[in-house]
């Protein structure tokens, strides 16, 4: 599993764990059934406290995401199909486009920045 952590990023470094993981089951690099490094593990690899990754795999699988079994691990759930918080997610693409807006770019360039991000996490990057 390939995680980074950005110190200079001002998202929660668990944050940027959960957001890295998420994406990783998005693009089907984590699949169903696939388990995650240890706490331990990922910690060290990140050079973080095993508090944040602890943290981070809460909320994962506070999310449905993730089964969490002491002493076995984390384990990939299957993407989530009974989602039902579709406004909440609208809320949040919401915010990211009226940054886009903010910052100048014109509605063909979102679009394509759209296109570009989905085809990354979807997992079709060329």
């Known amino acids: 599993m390939y995680l980074t952590v950005d110190f200079e990023d001002k998202r929660p470094l668990y944050q940027q764990v959960v957001d890295g993981i998420k994406e ?3 693009r ?3 699949r169903e059934g696939a388990t995650l490094p240890s706490v331990r593990q990922v910690a060290g690899d990140l050079g973080v406290n095993l508090n944040t990754i602890a ?4 909320q994962l699988q506070e999310e449905g995401l993730v089964a969490v079994r002491h002493g076995f ?4 759930k299957a993407r989530r199909s009974d989602f039902a918080g579709q406004d909440e997610l609208r809320k949040g693409l919401r915010a990211a486009l009226t940054q886009l807006v903010l910052a100048g770019l014109a509605e063909k360039e979102i679009v394509t920045m759209v296109r570009e991000e989905l085809a990354v996490v979807g997992g079709k990057a060329k």
Do not use: E, K, N
Not at 55 to 58: I, K, S, V, W
């Open 73 to 76: 691990g984390a384990v990939v």
């Open 28 to 30: 089907g690099t984590l």
């Open 55 to 58: 943290t981070a795999y809460r």
């Open 24 to 26: 990783l089951i998005a």
